[in-house]
């Protein structure tokens, strides 16, 4: 949301959450991070926003590899074989792009 923001050229970046974030734990996290207080002294910005969209990044898809393992086990259980490669393959990607990730 931060990252479409930017592109969007949004001037309000707290207003722009606020109204369109429909996510409570996104909520919850945006809060703390205005939370944050930092000697502006001494501040690279840049290097920051940077730190924060990694962390999203990698919150996101730790979230969805804990959906797609929920969901294989419950494939699993229920012998579903095929649906079940699919969820692990989708897991293997998952992984992969974790692994891919970098702070910049």
Known sequence: MIIEAKNNNIT????YIETNCKDIETSKEFVLI?????DETN????KLLTDYIFQIKKHTLEEKKKLIMHRLKECET???FE????YVKELKTIEDNLKGLERG
């Open 34 to 38: 205005q939370e944050i207080s930092f």
């Open 78 to 80: 229920k012998g579903l």
């Open 43 to 46: 501040v690279d910005y840049s």
């Open 12 to 15: 309000d970046l707290g207003k």
């Open 83 to 86: 649906e079940s490669l699919k």
